[in-house]
Antibody, heavy 121, light 109 residues
Framework: QVQLQESGPGLVKPSETLSLTCAVS?????????WGWIRQPPGKGLEWIGS???????YYNPSLKSRVTISVDTSKNQFSLKLSSVTAADTAVYYC??????????????WGQGTLVTVSS | DIQMTQSPSSLSASVGDRVTITCQAS??????LNWYQQKPGKAPKLLIY???NLETGVPSRFSGSGSGTDFTFTISSLQPEDIATYYC???????????FGPGTKVDIK
C-alpha cells in the first residue's frame, strides 16, 4: 500500500521560505510516476503547486512558478517543496500526492494526510 | 487557461436520495475530467477518472458522465458516509496545469 507523509514547520514567518518534505512508503519513487504538491487554504478549494518525476524533471503551476522549487531524493524515497517569499495568502494545508498518468486525465490517486502551514509573524 | 465551474456550490438531501452535481469547463476538454471526494479534515480521494471510470474500490452508487464542456457526477442513493465536498479536476498540457473546480458541499437534510 502506497503511503505518503508530509513533514515540516507548521509556522513560517512572512517573506521566509516554506519547506516541506513528503516521505513515501510502500513504493519506490525510482520505479516511476510523477509526485505532486497540492494546497488548500482554510475553507477554500484545491490548488496544484507542481510535480516532479524521479529523474528530477519538474513542472509547476505558472501562478507560483517564480517562487516554487520541488526536488526529489530517491535515496531517501522522498520529495520536497520549497516556496519562497511567503505571505499570509500561502497559509494552507499542503498535501503531497502520487500523480497517476496512466489514464487520459492525469490525476492524483494516493495522498498524504496533509499538513497545515501558517504564515504569521 | 481552462476555467472550471461547479453547481450547485452546496446541497442538502435525504438519505436514499439521488444527488447530481455538474461541472462545466470553459472549453472542450473531451473526457479529461476526474472527480474527488473530500471528507472534513481529510485528504481528497479519487472516485472517478476520465469522466466516467470508477476507481477501484469505490462503491457503484457513484458515477460520472459527460464530455466536451459539461459533466455530471451522481450519487444514486445518498448515504450518511457520503457527506463531503466533491471536486472536479481537469488537466491541460499546454502549459501543464491541473485545475480543480470550486467544489460542491453535500450535506444530509
Amino acid at each position: 500500500q502506497v503511503q505518503l507523509q508530509e513533514s515540516g514547520p507548521g509556522l513560517v514567518k512572512p517573506s521566509e521560505t516554506l519547506s516541506l518534505t513528503c516521505a513515501v512508503s510502500g513504493y519506490s519513487i525510482s520505479s516511476g510516476y510523477y509526485w505532486g504538491w497540492i494546497r488548500q487554504p482554510p475553507g477554500k478549494g484545491l490548488e496544484w503547486i507542481g510535480s516532479i518525476y524521479h529523474s528530477g524533471s519538474t513542472y509547476y503551476n505558472p501562478s507560483l512558478k517564480s517562487r516554487v522549487t520541488i526536488s526529489v531524493d530517491t535515496s531517501k524515497n522522498q520529495f520536497s517543496l520549497k516556496l519562497s517569499s511567503v505571505t499570509a495568502a500561502d497559509t494552507a494545508v499542503y498535501y503531497c500526492a502520487r500523480q497517476q498518468s496512466g489514464w487520459s486525465t492525469p490525476g492524483f490517486d494516493y495522498w498524504g494526510q496533509g499538513t497545515l502551514v501558517t504564515v504569521s509573524s | 487557461d481552462i476555467q472550471m465551474t461547479q453547481s450547485p456550490s452546496s446541497l442538502s438531501a435525504s438519505v436514499g436520495d439521488r444527488v447530481t452535481i455538474t461541472c462545466q469547463a470553459s472549453q472542450d476538454i473531451s473526457n479529461y475530467l476526474n472527480w474527488y471526494q473530500q471528507k472534513p479534515g481529510k485528504a481528497p480521494k479519487l472516485l472517478i477518472y476520465d469522466a466516467s471510470n470508477l476507481e477501484t474500490g469505490v462503491p457503484s452508487r457513484f458515477s460520472g458522465s459527460g464530455s466536451g464542456t459539461d459533466f455530471t457526477f451522481t450519487i444514486s442513493s445518498l448515504q450518511p458516509e457520503d457527506i463531503a465536498t466533491y471536486y472536479c479536476q481537469q488537466y491541460d498540457n499546454l502549459p501543464p496545469l491541473f485545475t480543480f473546480g470550486p467544489g460542491t458541499k453535500v450535506d444530509i437534510k
